[in-house]
């Protein structure tokens, strides 16, 4: 899909101009939503702010401000690039949110959209007394944002942050760097626990946001998608190979009153069926959002000759 960006370079003269345009190109081209925008008006306002070097939450009053040509001319780059070759916006500004807080990314890393994220503005209550969290770990942590979101809504908690890929790892630290969170996340290479195993820590709680797509969900996923990290997405035929090596091992690195909660997605169904007898609780969210079980220790430990 190709989009004609002269006339708009020619003629569009304010800011108010260019977010209107904007909108309609994204929407003319069917772009695919789902990286942390509801609509094609907020991708708009975070491609054309960015590109005028403005916060996302500008002033309303610079709407009609006039735009040099060079402003102009890099706003029409980065849309051709959206709609083109279908770049995710945060991977066009290396900025995303969650949790309320602003993180780096790049295509090192998936780009951060987990309902997780309401839980830790919560504190994980009612699951979780979020004064019972001492010590935590968060499983598979791409660019570190589940780490550093819970380490700053929890300021009394050390994090334990896991990932098998350095590259996404290296994420990782910018953002503990950008956050100042040095001294309560600690980075760790590893394929899930194998790390761990020598001193087998212990966690009032264990998150994590794993790979979970299936092959045949993979196999149909918008482009926007594929731009994305495949080791941080594909999962095996039904998307829980990761996901039952969590279930067997995670009891081990929990203590006695510990808890797990783990993402799953479109791969809820396929877990349920595996897993018929295991008493999964599945969270409701108030912003969307679905697919996140919790299981206590307990229970992990009574089902764990399941897990295989």
């Known amino acids: 899909m190709r989009v004609n960006t002269a006339s708009a ?19 003319e081209t069917q772009v ?31 709407m009609d401000s006039r735009l040099t040509t060079k402003e102009r001319e890099q706003i029409a780059y980065l849309v051709k690039q959206r709609i083109e070759k279908r770049t995710p916006v945060a ?8 949790a309320g807080l602003p993180f780096f990314v790049d295509e090192r890393v998936l780009i951060p959209r987990s309902p997780i994220g309401e839980l830790i503005e919560k504190g994980f209550e009612p699951w979780i007394r979020g004064d019972s969290i001492d010590r935590a770990l968060d499983l598979c942590t791409g660019g570190g944002c589940i780490a550093i979101a819970m380490a700053l809504n929890l300021p009394h908690v050390q994090v334990d942050a896991v990932d098998i890929s350095s590259e996404a790892l290296a994420v990782a630290m910018q953002n503990v760097e950008n956050h100042g969170a040095e001294e309560v996340v600690t980075l760790i290479k590893s394929d899930c626990f194998e790390a761990l195993i020598a001193t087998k820590p212990q966690y009032d709680l264990i998150v994590s946001n794993p790979p979970y797509v ?7 996923l918008p ?8 080791m ?16 067997n091992q995670a009891v081990d690195y929990l203590t006695k009153d510990g808890v797990l ?18 008493p999964f609780t599945w969270i409701e969210f108030e912003h969307g959002g679905h697919g996140v079980f919790i299981l206590t220790a307990e229970e992990l430990k009574k089902h764990r000759a399941q897990f295989v």
């Open 261 to 278: 909660i783990c993402e799953v997605g479109n791969s809820d169904q396929a877990l349920e069926q595996a897993f018929p007898k295991v």
């Open 232 to 247: 941080a997405l594909a999962a095996g035929s039904d998307g829980l190979d990761i996901v039952r090596r969590i279930l």
């Open 214 to 220: 299936g092959s045949k969900e993979m196999s149909s």
């Open 91 to 98: 991977y066009l500004t290396q900025i995303a949110w969650f």
């Open 9 to 27: 370079i020619e003629d569009l003269v304010t800011v108010r101009d260019f977010l209107r345009w904007t909108t309609s190109r994204l929407n």
């Open 32 to 62: 695919v939503l789902g990286h942390g925008f509801e609509d094609s008006w907020d991708e708009a306002v975070a491609l054309v702010l960015y590109a005028l070097h403005l916060p996302w939450d500008a002033d309303n009053r610079v």
């Open 223 to 230: 482009e926007e998608y594929l731009q994305e990290p495949s």
